[in-house]
């Protein structure tokens, strides 16, 4: 018989939030790691919103240089599709 568990321990947080931590640009150069999870989450959720932008940055960008390239259209249509 198998039981499934709902509830996390508390050193599990601990560990998870120390992993999160060390994941974090910020976090790591600050170098503390008694942020409270709290500011951790939220500079986790900024830290994430930092690279969805990036990310778009980088597509507007490799999308302009293909439109500039000679490039044959089922070529364009490939790189197009990866994008998405």
Same mark, same amino acid.
């Given at each position: 018989m198998?039981?499934s568990?709902?509830s996390?321990?508390?050193?599990?947080?601990n560990?998870?939030i &120390?992993?999160?931590?060390?994941l $974090?640009p910020?976090?790591r150069?600050r170098? *503390?790691?008694? %942020?409270?999870?709290?500011?951790? !989450?939220?500079?986790?959720?900024s830290?994430?919103k930092?690279l969805?932008?990036?990310?778009?940055?980088l &597509?507007?960008?490799?999308?302009? $240089?293909?439109?500039s390239?000679?490039?044959? *259209?089922?070529? %364009?249509?490939?790189?197009?599709? !990866?994008?998405r």
């Amino acid at each position: 018989m198998t039981t499934s568990r709902s509830s996390i321990t508390e050193a599990e947080i601990n560990e998870l939030i &120390s992993k999160l931590h060390a994941l $974090l640009p910020e976090a790591r150069r600050r170098g *503390t790691h008694r %942020a409270s999870a709290a500011k951790l !989450l939220k500079e986790t959720c900024s830290y994430i919103k930092s690279l969805h932008r990036e990310v778009d940055d980088l &597509s507007d960008r490799l999308s302009y $240089l293909i439109s500039s390239m000679d490039v044959t *259209t089922s070529q %364009a249509e490939i790189i197009r599709s !990866l994008l998405r």
